[in-house]
């Protein structure tokens, strides 16, 4: 399967996954899914669209939400993401927190149930997995309202299956604050987890071992976390888009082992939550 490349600013982006890791976690979920969970997906979306279409969707959202605020003209919502601008400002102008959740660095690890209750006192990626797959399962909501369900599913499993959407270290946002120095130019950590990882794995589909005893969204974050710890190891806390941190040759190949097991974690648990709620 051919990964979709799609020109992201690296010094910008900042969405889970870049577009086309959303959209290979969701071609690769979607051939997992069963004969009755595809059947339900192709009604819900309607004809001739695919998972990996709305894949990004809630990214569009919150994008569209942004611009609109400052009464921008470039606030335009694709016409495959199911909503009308009235309605992302209505129900999802607030979404932003959605898509992540702040694990400190260092956690108290021996208590994590605590842990993961402070870090979602608000709403959190692993609250709103848990909301969506309720609303997609229950057939007494509206086509519309499991439709959008279906949406988020798609986009908010895959976001959680990169790992810096788990942590906060030193109230970085999840990477965000730090700059390394990829290609030559200095580019944030999460950029570069987001997208510059997978645009280097060519061609080849993901593969990888996933841990079938993690099967709630809150394993998939400690996952995540845990994860992270190794990617921070070896990166200072005082880099500066003036003073990034080199990233080295063995950093960069690591980089894309973790991206491949991250990449199709995420497809298979997609797989399993869609056909759980759909089956």
Known sequence: MKLLLALCW?????FG???EGHKLIASMAEARLSPKALEAVRELLGDGVRLADISTCADDFRSYARLRSKDDPAAVVPDHCLLSGDQIMAEFAES????YVNIPIPADTDHRDAVLQKACASDCVTAQIHRFAAQLADKSQSPQKRAIALLYLTHLVADL?????AVDRNRDEGGNLVFVLYNGRAIRLHSFWDTAVVLRLG???PKGNVDHGHKTPESWAWEGYDISRKIYKKIPTDTSEQKPFMLSGGYIHDAERIARERLFAGAVRLADVLNGALS
């Open 10 to 14: 690296f010094s910008v982006c900042a």
């Open 17 to 19: 996954w870049g577009r």
């Open 96 to 99: 932003a927190g959605w898509h």
């Open 161 to 165: 299956h990169q790992p810096l959407h």
């Open 203 to 205: 061609t080849v589909e």
